[in-house]
């Protein structure tokens, strides 16, 4: 199984740095059940929703990488990648509707008020991304972006893998294999190689801030997945000081 990325030096110690936070993804309860096809279908239709916001928050901060880069083909990549991560959105929805048993978990999830809500885990990614694309270097920007690229494309193979062959009525094969595909990890492998070279250039006081970024949306991918599972909402007790 071929999972490595790297486009050179710089790519390489990264990935080898957040190695620990992956493999705690990788042992995630939610994406071990979601290989075995055994995922509660309320705990999968949550993570769709919530990924939908996320996308399009996600496109969002690309959309300021595409406004910030000085090369054309750097714009023109994020300028299509936040388009797909648009198009993504709209296909899981419609394929989450077509599903009877997600569509009734989806009406669920929305009669009880938790449907189309950011939850405090998505707020928080989605709100990090888009302030470092939009406030930060172009180069912290771009650290901020790739692990939703280059930890996807990590965990489609580790899920696909773990699945062997999936059957035909896997319930969530057609998303697993999203995650492991040709184009997908052709467009995993530009953005790679845009990081390598931001940092390779950078000097070294704002190449150590885009290996913090990049490690600190590592942790957000870890989050967003145990929180989907978790059916993160805002209901929290107040807290009242005792005197």
């Not at 406030?135 to 193979?157: D, I, Q, T």
């Not at 059957?167 to 995650?179: E, G, M, N």
């Not at 845009?194 to 950078?202: C, R």
Request: charged share 20%; glycine share 8%; with cysteine.
């Amino acid at each position: 199984m071929t999972t490595d990325f790297s486009a050179g030096p710089q790519t390489t110690q990264l990935w080898d740095r957040v190695r620990p936070i992956v493999e705690q993804i990788e042992r995630l309860p939610f994406l071990g059940q979601l290989a075995e096809g055994s995922l509660d279908v309320k705990a999968f239709t949550n993570y769709i929703i919530q990924d939908g916001i996320y996308l399009t928050g996600y496109a969002k901060a690309m959309s300021f990488l595409a406004a910030g880069a000085n090369d054309r083909d750097e714009a023109r990549f994020w300028a299509s990648s936040a388009a797909e991560a648009i198009s993504v959105e709209e296909e899981m929805h419609g394929e989450l509707l077509a599903d009877s048993r997600l569509a009734a978990s989806h009406d669920e999830l929305v009669s009880s008020g938790a449907g189309f809500k950011a939850s405090p885990t998505t707020l928080g990614y989605v709100s990090y991304l888009v302030a470092t694309a939009a406030s930060r270097s172009y180069g912290e920007g771009v650290a901020g972006v790739l692990p939703c690229f280059w930890v996807y494309a990590h965990m489609g193979k580790v899920l696909v893998e773990r699945a062997g062959q999936m059957s035909a009525d896997h319930p969530y094969r057609t998303w697993v294999q999203t995650y492991d595909s040709p184009e997908f990890d052709e467009s995993t492998r530009q953005a790679v190689q845009l990081l390598e070279q931001e940092l390779t250039n950078a000097p070294a006081e704002v190449a150590a801030r885009m290996r913090a970024t990049f490690e600190q949306a590592c942790v957000y991918e870890l989050h967003f997945w145990a929180s989907a599972h978790a059916l993160q909402g805002w209901d929290a007790g107040v807290f009242v000081p005792q005197g």
